[in-house]
């Protein structure tokens, strides 16, 4: 089967991810922080729904001086004012009394002996009017937005209790590779597994839910092995991810397991480097439902490469998230192209986030390079790049705010 090139591989991951999106369910505010939105946000009554001070001072009514009658706090429905001449004193945020013709700031009046106020109002109003942020009804939020704190506070905000969310996807990891060391430095012909340690983290970082009870090996190199390993984490979650066996190797058993699971292939090998021998795989669970199989490679940063070309458009596609756009960026020295491949090569950005520097230990077995990189340079295939060029960039998945 020839390799489908980078950009047709991460549309049919995404693709495949919203045609298997799971049902949504509601959840509590605070529990809402990272999930993505199933429905659009709309405004429950106008905002603000009532004229509202935006100052300290007075509301006023006719011209001056004006005699105080009042106090008027957040909170509080005041009466109206109904005489000429008369005022009430006013907090910011309280909410403007009926016949109210204009507020002072209490910084700007003055008061005679008599306690009576005087002082100009300023040309603009000063409160909010009813509807100024939005109307009843109105779409504040689309649908496929991820929840942060900001979006919470505005959910509050309109009143809301709860939101409803899409489905957050289960994932479970299967290491493969009997010879990897799971404790203690690398000797004696032995690496130490570098994935199971990190992989539940980017996966946490796209979207997916993922314990340490749902990572599992290193499993043995058999493919009896294999297939109880996989048909085990299919029971509880919805995306397995696996490490290593991806080629045709003699101890290599992820192919044949796959066929003996009756899974197809969404995505089988990917026309980019680092990381070709990846795949998703498709196949039915027990409830009827979609499974997925992700299928990375041994190399740590090859694996890397295919998390963020598989299984992280496979996790927006699940979450009703939208295709993301890439930004583009200065690549500030020359990156080499891959042939008849895409290249993907870690960079790290500048402070404003606008150019971006190639960083050295790049091997697809290192990982060096990878934790002082912010994510990616995309080369096309056929191309190279010159200092200067503009160039795709694929950010890492890093937690909302972060920034190494």
């Known amino acids: 089967m020839s390799a489908v090139d980078w950009v047709t591989a991460r549309r049919l991951a995404y693709e495949a991810g919203r045609a298997a999106a799971g049902p949504a369910e509601v959840v509590r505010l605070d529990a809402a922080d990272g999930r993505t939105l199933a429905e659009p946000l709309l405004a429950l009554t106008d905002l603000p729904a009532f004229p509202t001070s935006s100052i300290d001072g007075w509301a006023v009514r006719g011209p001056a001086p004006w005699r105080p009658t009042g106090r008027v706090l957040a909170g509080h429905t005041p009466e109206a004012l109904t005489e000429p001449g008369t005022c009430v004193e006013i907090a910011t945020g309280a909410m403007v009394p009926a016949g109210a013709e204009a507020l002072i700031r209490v910084e700007e009046s003055t008061q005679d002996a008599e306690g009576r106020v005087s002082g100009t109002p300023r040309p603009a109003p000063e409160w909010r009017l009813p509807g100024e942020e939005a109307t009843k009804g109105e779409e504040l939020i689309p649908a496929g937005t991820a929840i942060d704190p900001a979006v919470i506070g505005v959910a509050a905000t309109c009143g809301y209790e709860s939101l409803t969310v899409s489905a957050r996807a289960r994932a479970a990891l299967r290491i493969f590779g009997d010879e990897l060391l799971t404790s203690g430095p690398p000797g004696d012909g032995r690496v130490r597994d570098s994935l199971g340690p990190q992989m539940p983290a980017w996966l946490r970082r796209c979207g997916a839910e993922i314990t340490s009870a749902q990572v599992a090996g290193p499993v043995e190199d058999t493919l009896e092995a294999h297939l109880a390993a996989i048909r085990a984490a299919f029971e509880t979650a919805d995306l397995v991810c696996t490490t290593g066996g991806t080629m045709h190797g003699p101890v290599d058993h992820l192919h044949p397991a796959l066929a003996e699971l009756n899974a197809e292939y969404v995505v089988n090998t990917v026309g980019v480097r680092p990381g070709f021998p990846m795949l ?121 705010g972060e920034r190494r």
């Open 280 to 400: 998703l795989a498709r196949a039915q669970g027990a409830d009827g439902r979609d499974r997925f199989l992700a299928g990375l490679p041994g190399n740590p940063q090859s694996a890397v490469i295919a998390l963020v070309t598989l299984v992280q458009p496979l996790l927006d596609g699940l979450a009703g998230r939208p295709e993301p756009t890439l930004p583009v960026v200065v690549t500030t020295a020359p990156v080499k192209g891959r042939g008849n491949d895409t290249h993907l090569a870690l960079a790290r950005l500048d402070a404003c986030g606008r150019s971006a520097t190639p960083v050295g230990h790049v091997g697809s077995a290192m990982l060096r390079g990878l934790a002082n990189a912010h994510g990616f340079l995309l080369v096309d295939p056929g191309t190279e790049a010159a200092a200067g060029d503009l160039l795709p960039f694929l950010p890492l998945p890093l937690q909302a």
